[in-house]
Structure formats: C-alpha cells, structure tokens
C-alpha cells in the first residue's frame, strides 16, 4: 500500500497505512506527551496524556491509538490539545503523592517532567489520597506503588517482551493495583527493564536507591562484556565512580533492552576483592610494592624460567572477556618470547577441529535479524540463560509463527515455545544429534551406527522445510569433549537444512580473541601457524613452568578447576593480571599485578556477529590499578621486545585492523568422526548459571541473590527422580561425587528437567570448585 | 494435566471446566477461567484461596497473576472466608432514598456484625453492593441467587427467620 499524507500542526508528512498518530509525530520529530505508549510494547492508550485535538473530531483524540488516515489534520498544541493535556495531567496527579524530593525518580521523571510541561500548578482535588502497600519483589527492583500511574507498561513488558507476566493489574477502579499479588520475587532475567520503562518512581533500582540524583551523574557509552552479542549500555558515573547502568539502543546488536546481567554487574566494581596495589611474593610471603618492582620482578622471573627451561615453558591464559587489544598485545609478547602457548577458550576441552574454524567462531546471522529467522535449532544452549536478548529475539520470532527445536542436555524452560526438543545425557548428546543429522544425511559412513527415530525425521524435515532456519550453539555443546564432532554434526545440519550455523560463544569477546590471536595455532589476523602452540587443556595437561594470566580465576573459570589449579601451583613462576584478589590466586601466583575492569579502560569488542564496537574508560582508575593494555605494553618493553610503543588503544587496534586486511580466508570444513553407541554411566552437566559466568558478576551480590531466587540451590546434586531412586538416594541426602579422585558432598534435589544418566552439578561455584571436568563422568553415592 | 491442578481441583469440577473449555479453541482455553473459579469458588465453601486460584491458572495454561487479576476484579469472587449466606445490601442511590440505610443498620444489629463480618456461627456474612439493577422495589438486598425486594424490619427478620 502506499503512503498515506497527513498533517501534524501543520506540517505535511508521509507514513506507513496503520501507523498511529504517534508514531508518525515521532519520527519527525514533533513530541507529543504520553505515558503508556511504548514503540515496543503493544497500544494500551489507558493515561490520556497523548490527546491532540484532529480535525472535524468533536473530541480530543490519544494520538497513541488513532491510526492516521488521508488528510487528517493534527494539532498537537492548539488550545483544545493543550486543555485535554492539562486536565489529563490534573487527574493523574489526583492520587499521586507528589514526594520528588524522596523520590529516587527525581529529575529523571516523566511525570516530573510532563508535569511542569502541561500541567497546572493546581489542583482542585481536596480530598484525601489512595495509597498502596509496597510488594518486595526481589533484590533488583524497589517498588513504591503509591507513585504508580498504572500505565501498565511493565505488565505489558512482562506479558510481550520477558516472556514472563509477573506483573499484573489487580483490583478494580480505586482500588486498582500493579504488582504481583502475592508476594513474589520477580524470575526474569531481563526484569530490569521495567525499571527504565516506568514512567515514574515507582519501579526504581534497588541496589542504587538512594545513592546519587540524577543531576549529579555523568553519563558514557560503553558496551557490556558479560555475552557475546555486544550489548550497548550507558555507564553513569559520579566524580569517576560508577553509579549505575542503564540501555543504551542499538538496533544493530541489543535493541531496546539489555539484560540483568548488564544491568547489575557493576555492582561487583568495588567489591572489597578489589586489588589495590602491585603484589609481589617473596619467600613465600606477600607484600604490596610500587609498579616498576612489580613489573621488574615479574618480567624477571618470566625471563628465567625461559632461559633456563625454553619459552614452550611458558603459558598465557585469558578471560574471554579481555578486549581485543589486550589479547593483542598478549599474543604479541608471548609469540615474541617465542611461545604459542596461548588461549582464552577456559572452559572448553575439545579443539581437535580449531584449523576448521574460519577467522572466528561467528553467529552467521546478524543479531538483529534473529527475530526474522523462522526456524532454529537450539544444540547444547541454554539461551534464555547464557544470552537473555538473544532468548528474547526467538521469542519475537516464536511470536510471529517460528518454530524452535532443541536438542539439549537439560530440559529448560524456556519464555518461548520449544515445538519440538530431544533431551540427552552429555555422553548421549552427540547420539542423539546424529540422529537428525542422519535423517538429512543417511549416507555418511561416520553415522552408520546411529538410527533415526521418527522424531529425528520430523525434526529434519521442519528445518528443512524453515524458509530461514538457524542452528544455535551453546556454552554445553562449546565446552562438551567432543565439541568438534557436534559442529561437525550441527554444521551438516545447518548446510542440509539450507540455513545458519552460528557458535554463541562464552564471554564477551571471543571473537576479538579469535582475530587477534589469542589461540594457539593462528596468528592475529588470522594466519596459521606452522607450529600450533599449546590449546587451553594441554597446556594444562601437560603443565608448563611459568604461566601468564589474564584474569583467570581458574576454580571458576575453567574447565576442569582441579587440575588447572594443581598446575598452576606446581609451576615455578605465575604472573596474574587481575582486576580481584582471591585466595586460590594467592596461594599459586608470584606476582599480582591490578588491573582495570571494562569500564577503566579503553577496548573494543567484537561480537558473535562479528560487529566491532569500541569504547573508552569511563572511571577513574581504582587506587593503582591500571588498564590491562598499559600494563602489557609496558611488559613488551621491558621484556626489549619490538613495537610496543603505543601511544593509545586505538593505536593497537589500527595495527590489527591492518592486519586483518590480508587476512586469509579459511574454508569452514568441520571434519567428522564414527559416531558410537554411548555408554552406560552416569555424566556430570556443569553448567555456569547465570550469575556465575565471570569474576565481575560473581561480585555483584544483587546478582548472586537473584541467582538464588531464581536458580534455587545450586550447592547441590539435581538428578532425575528415576534416578534418585536407582542410585538408592533420597531427596535432600547429602551425597558423595566423585570426579577422578575429587571427592565432595552435596545435598539431593531431584529434578525432572535432568535426563536419565545424567546429574547436574553447576560450576563456576564455589561449592563445586574442588570438582574436575565440567562434563564429564561422575560417580554419586551415599 | 500437571499435579497441583489435580490435588486441589476435584475430578468434578475439573470435568465441569473441560466442558466450559470446549466452548473455545484449543489456545484460548484460558477463556474459561472465570467459569473455573465460580465452580472453584462453589466447591472450595463459596471463597477462594490462592491455591485455587494458582490451580485454576496451572489448569487451564494460564499465568497466576492473570488469574488473580480475574479474581479480583470481579466483587463475585470472594478472596477471604465467608458466611453460608451471603447478604448483599444495595445502597446505591434508589436504594438509599428508600432508607436503605436502615436496612442495613437492622441487619447489623440483628446479626451483630460490620459490614463484610461473619457471624461467630459462620452463617451469615454482611455486604454492601451498588445497584441491583431492581430500583424499581428498592431498598433491595440478594442473598445467593435471590433477590429481596422493598425491605422493611419485618421483612428482614423473616429473612433471617428463613435462612437461619
Ligand atoms: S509501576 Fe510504573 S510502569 Fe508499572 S504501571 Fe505503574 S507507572 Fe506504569
Ligand atoms: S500514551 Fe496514549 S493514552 Fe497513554
Ligand atoms: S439502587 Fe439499589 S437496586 Fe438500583
């Protein structure tokens, strides 16, 4: 259909047929007062505060839910408008408490604001007002109902976007109320959301009440490190402190919204792990020092263990959070002194097909299109989960007739219809795969073994048939032992079924890592090696004498805590950049050098995409920790190794973009191997929750207490019922799990969503860091 | 169907709600659900908990909250405890230019309980309700399904007589 002309006060404009008044007024660029309209949440036009007087209409007409038709004229400032808006404003300031100066809202209002815009200085109301008792509903979102207008956008939010409805409008007329009814803590991991879309101070953040007004922050763009998609925020500081965070939009990467996770992990800025100062050891004692010794010392010992042992001694581990230029510039000391031996994959053990890979581990779809797809395939992901907005976009598309399958190893709830899923045991994860992959493919000799049931045909034949079909990989299948061979599988499906492949990787920059080098057989930009260091498990398996990290916090960040750790403490030598102190990083390092967190430092991020997106420091440095960047630049120059020279971040970015121009291009071809019957036995599903992915979320105690709410209790074994029963265990039994000689106790919960042979003991904890690998065999016993 | 919806809800009133579910399509069965709660209500002694309003929402798909939102809008659901018989005293404008007032002070007096109270002996629970549509016989009360029309002392104490 073609566009229809209309005219808002006076001036002649062009829209969509169906658009609303509204929308047609934002885009260019005449504002019109509102309340409950949201341009992401349905049409609910209960406030009033949008009426503009239209042409020929007796009434004043809400511009939020008036469709536009040809000709019509708008006034959105006439007297008749403005007297509609008035008298709106005057009703909902009827039973408003009107306390700005305790409110946490304050200046930040957009009742504050509309009211000094529209309303009357006024009110003919003498009478007394309504007030409603606060619901707690959790430790991320403090409620104050009496300020609330009920313009039911965070009922709507829940409902439409979170997938989730928590929220809802109880009681009738006066006596309406928006909350939970009965006392509840909201589960959504996008619950804070709301907090930016209530109009009013009704729904404000709990842990940054009463601690800054609006007037006195500063605000910055940055990009938040927590998943791979790069989500844009903005960080408001005061006199160089952070406060809080909030969304930023970018409808390339988050959209509108951005995850708890985002929201909340700067609560872990100034937890009191925080290093200070330079920390050398010596005799075995600790004692804090100036830069120049630390580093001194530092290069020092790094050099004697390369003179005395050969630089293959050396090993360099880093988050995958760590920005592209401090994987650069890692990568560039240690290829220089002469190691390879360099990787940021922690949590993965399986790399037998890293030639296969092309330049990075890529999402083969852009974020923003993910809500177009029509069909996935979710492998080994827990997406609501491990990327919140990504969960929320196959919602969007669910919404709009998507299909999703999963094969995975738990049986998640998800807030968007799963049409079709097939739950395994990690040991018969890849069998079950097979399967599907086998009913596109039944000629290859690798899946001779396999048998397709008639859920595998009809699972194949719907991502088949998907007009755009995406296959999805999660931290499980990245970190399974045989990863390789369910990339294999997932990539035949993706190619079968016509759609995309796309790795969701851990962190937040896994891809930077991939481009700069931060792996052991490529250079930064992408070359092979001739001679492949040493990935992630062997340099571990195979300890080295000296090892360089990047904040790694090895009980929780890595695959198998264990043996990182015993590794670690039998080296001669560790160097540990880190943003926080702990007693494992105590008890293994010889020098502790503080770093700087995302947002003291400069750094870009690329995501799953591949989107590049840069960002500057936006605090103060913490005491004397500095960026992780300086201090590596100033190691390269102690260390006298060449071009370390840079006079800015951007500096090192710009060497790797040139880099990055004669990049080769590497074919994706995953390589397969004889699929076989699993065993019989009994796996272990360690999974990372939500809040337990980095050090950064592990210190926000907001985070940690949601975790619980919403986790339940992960110091726990979580096993099927059936199999609660088969191992002669009762509910709430404290059990003995074994891993290869580790040994812990933790109590029974049975728990349906586990399948049989499996047992769900979550990592990244601190119960469960005496624990081996993430995924694999384990023995419960009474 | 899931557990709670089953231990809390009788096979009877269950039945009852499939019956009311076969009135819509298949994904807009939570259409029922006000059906479901008056039949809840009736089994649960004319009130409901929030354990029969979470089954009637795990019963029918349907989040709790929007159950709750149903429950509580409407003054036929009753979300506290209340008397075998409920009387429903109208005051709204025909009603109280008839004296309606004194209906319920009487009532008050004889029963010897407030406005939404129950007696000791759990018979009678005391209500004021807005327009019984009935202006026409005011001042009017309704206990049950029933209407009373163009009270006066007497009548009431008949009333009561009656359901007492
Ligand atoms: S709490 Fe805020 S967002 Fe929710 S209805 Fe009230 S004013 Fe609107
Ligand atoms: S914004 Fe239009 S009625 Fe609320
Ligand atoms: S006013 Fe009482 S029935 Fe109408």
Known sequence: MSDIEIEIDGKPLKAKPNSMVIQVADEAGIYIPRFCYHKELSVAANCRMCLVEMEKSPKAVPACATPIMPGMKIFTRSPKALAAQKAVMEFLLINHPLDCPICDQGGECELQDLSLGYGSANSYFTFGKRSVADEDIGPLIETEMTRCIQCTRCVRFGDEIAGLRELGATGRGEHMEIGTYVQHAIHSEVSGNIIDLCPVGALTSKPFRYTARAWELNQFPSIAPHDCLGTNIHVHTRTGKVMRVVSRENKETNGTWIADRERYSYLGLYHGDRLTKPMIREHGVWKDTDWQTALEFAVKGLQDVIHQDGAEQVGALATPNSTTEEFFLLQKIMRQLGSSNIDHRLRQIDFSDQDSFSLFPELEVPIADLENCSTFLLVGSNLQKEQPLAAISVRKATLKGASVFAVNMMDYRFNFKVADKKIAAPHEFVFALSGIAKAFLPELSELSDVLVTEQDRLIAERLRAGEKTVILLGALALNHPQAALIRWLAHHIAKASHGAFGILTEGGNASGAWLSGAVPHRAAGGDSLQQAGMDAQTMLQQARQAYLLLNVEPEFDCANPRMTIEALEAAKFVVSLSVFKSPALERFANVILPVGPFTETAGTLVNAAGQWQSFRGVANAYEESRPAWKVLRVMGNLFHLQGFDYESAEEVLQELKLLLKQSPAHAKEFKGTKVKKPGNFLSRIGEIPIYAIDGLTRRAEALQATQSIIEGDLAAVRVHSKTVEELGLRSLDVAKVQQNGCEIRLPVIIDDRVPLRAAYIAGGIKATQDLGELLGPVEISV | ?164
């Open chain 2, 1 to 164: 169907m899931t557990k709670t919806s089953c231990t809390v809800l009788s096979a009877r009133v269950r039945s009852e709600i499939d019956h009311w579910m076969l009135r819509y399509p298949p994904e807009r069965k939570r259409s029922a659900v006000m059906e479901a709660l008056r039949l809840a209500q009736n089994e649960n002694g004319g009130s409901l908990t929030e354990s029969v309003m979470d089954a009637v929402a795990d019963y029918l798909e349907m989040p709790k909250i929007a159950v709750y939102e149903v429950a509580s809008f409407y003054t036929m659901y009753n979300l506290s405890p209340v008397g075998q018989h409920v009387i429903n005293v109208c005051t709204n404008i025909s009603c109280m230019l008839s004296d309606s007032e004194k209906v319920l002070e009487h009532l008050k007096e004889r029963l010897g309980i407030g406005l939404n109270e129950t007696t000791a002996d759990g018979k009678f629970t005391l209500r004021e309700v807005e327009c019984l549509a009935a202006c026409a016989n005011a001042p009017v009360a309704q206990v049950g399904k029933k209407y009373y029309e163009n009270l006066t002392p007497e009548k009431l104490d008949a009333l009561l007589d009656e359901l007492g």
